[in-house]
């Protein structure tokens, strides 16, 4: 890539540059200025964070007269009201700078005269070797062609809003978490989920806009710094210090360093290493004989052996860095698991699967207090939070009626539901029917995979219907399970098999005819009163059975348990034999 700030043959075009880093601050500032006027016109008055806001645009050069005149264009006010407005915050005791309200108009500051700003855009300069874009240094969207990075025309969509927010953050404008919100927001509502780096790793968009926002500040700051100690005329810079470090940054944090050991021990430049990929450290001038340590080595000492010391989490002992790399594994769940109830609701899917997607983010959120609470550990839900999409947990009343097997099973559940809507059609119920039957009536739902499994194979019919279905299985347990057989045997059950042979269907797979079914009167007399009882059989299986002969069905039970293995028609040829044995 070339930038427009690049003359032939290689060399800085100043003045290029100098427009360039202007048209990037009037950006900067005109997002913080609308931002201003969004919160003035939101609360009617001129709340703490737009005082700051306000503030932050006087230091970066902006008179207070020129903001006071943007303002009641902005706002359409009459200069009476911008008077009471400003009076109103005047009279604030924690007011940042009152003169800034009580009309002592500052003047505008040249931005050659304004050692911040110049300070700052030196750094950014450095930063991207005067280029002036990417200033987090990002290879997202890149393939390497040869030894040569190229970089795809995504790039220019993500790296212009990678700058906008690290230009946010730098200006002191806008706080952090409030930046990655409204970036990760402008980006997937373009529909951009995913970004892909050339080492062929792929990242969720939040988490990569996050990582280089971060990574950018840092580097940008570092600059600044490294300005400030040659002004100083020192190389030596001390090393902040956070909680939770990683390990391999935990033994170099919030000690002494010249520049060389900053290269050699802690790993300035690199990726992995200070001032790298995800690395919150800053490093700050250090003059000796001068400077205090701000850390001494036993501060550092007791606090690595209290962050040794573990907490059990499901099984698995965590120290306090993998704490809080739990807590980030956590929350990027969360953030993925919020955008695929959006994406079901744009899909208009099921709304039972919408609210079990929902349900399934309530137990993470419940999951994530938990833990947070356990490791003793704040929660930082506005990384959950970032998307700006509102509310998605279901209400109290709904989430009760999902349980959590039923949300960890939710995936399998929405699968084995299709396959039986594909076999049963609208008899299959809706998918909301059939999670709260599979899991809260067990007993019906093993009927209707019996069901289910007999109309597949084709024994019954599925004109038959479910509910039909359901119905004579109680009535051949309200009327045939419980009653004892003229030999005295009492019926304990019945078989999965037995319900096939009551129903029958139009054409039996076995033999390709029709089948007929049997009345529940028709088993009840076969039982009671059977024109003959046939001999105890054993199949290959050792699996006893006896049959008892109607005069319209016979049935077949086990001698010993009782249960009702099967039923069918009595055989017409059969009952003429029998009607003329009478007679004779």
Known sequence: WRSDAMAIGGKPDISGISLRMEAIWTDAEQRIMLDIIRRIKKAGKI?????YQINRLIEMGRSTEEIERILKEALEATWPEMFE?????????????????????????????????KQTSDAVKEQTK??????????????????????????TYYQRYVDAAIMDILSGGFDYNS?????????????????????????????????????????????????????????YFEVDWHPAARPDHQVWQGKVYSKEELLSVCGLGSKTGLCGINCRHVYYPFVPGVSERLYTDEWLEEQNRMESQTVEWQGKELNAYQQTQQQRKMETAMRAQREKVSLLQDAGADKDEIMIAKCKYQAQLDEYKRFSKKMGLPEQRERIYQDMRGRVAPSREAYKKYTP?????????????????????????????????????????????????????????????????????????????????????????????FMERVIGTKEDPKTGRPRSGVTIDGISEALQEPL????????????????????????????????????????????RRWKNAGKS
Not at 93 to 117: A, T
């Open 47 to 51: 709340t703490s964070t737009a005082d």
């Open 85 to 117: 407005l400003y009076d109103e915050v005047a009279e604030w005791q924690y007011v940042r700078n009152k003169d800034v309200y009580e009309q002592v108009n500052g003047e505008f500051i040249q931005p050659e005269q304004n050692e911040w700003l």
């Open 130 to 155: 005067d280029e002036l874009t990417n200033l987090s240094g990002s290879y997202g969207f890149s393939v390497m062609m040869g030894s040569r990075r190229v970089f795809m025309p995504f790039a």
């Open 179 to 235: 930046v990655i919100r409204r970036i990760v927001t402008q980006m997937t509502n373009s529909g951009l989920r995913f970004v892909d780096y050339a080492s062929g790793h792929s990242s969720r968009v939040d988490v990569a806009a996050r990582r280089s926002v971060m990574t950018g500040v840092a580097q940008i700051t570092a600059e600044v710094n490294e300005k400030n100690a040659e002004d100083l005329g020192t190389e």
């Open 405 to 497: 097997e039923m949300i960890k099973n939710a995936g399998r559940d929405n699968t084995q539901y299709k396959k039986y809507r594909e076999i049963l059609g609208d008899d299959a119920g809706s998918l909301a029917q059939f999670r709260q039957m599979k899991y809260n009536e067990p007993e019906k739902y093993e009927l209707f995979k019996t069901y289910a499994k007999s109309v597949d194979k084709g024994m019954i019919s599925p004109l038959s219907g479910f509910k039909n279905y359901a119905k004579l299985h109680e009535k051949i347990e309200k009327n045939i399970v419980g009653m004892e057989t003229s030999t005295g045997l009492k019926i304990s059950g019945q078989s999965k098999h």
């Open 532 to 575: 003959s009882i046939g001999p105890v059989k054993t199949d290959r299986q050792g699996r006893k059975s006896q049959r008892y002969v109607g005069t319209k069905a016979t049935v077949s039970i086990n001698p010993e348990s009782g249960e009702l293995i099967q039923c069918n028609p009595t055989d017409s040829d059969l009952m």
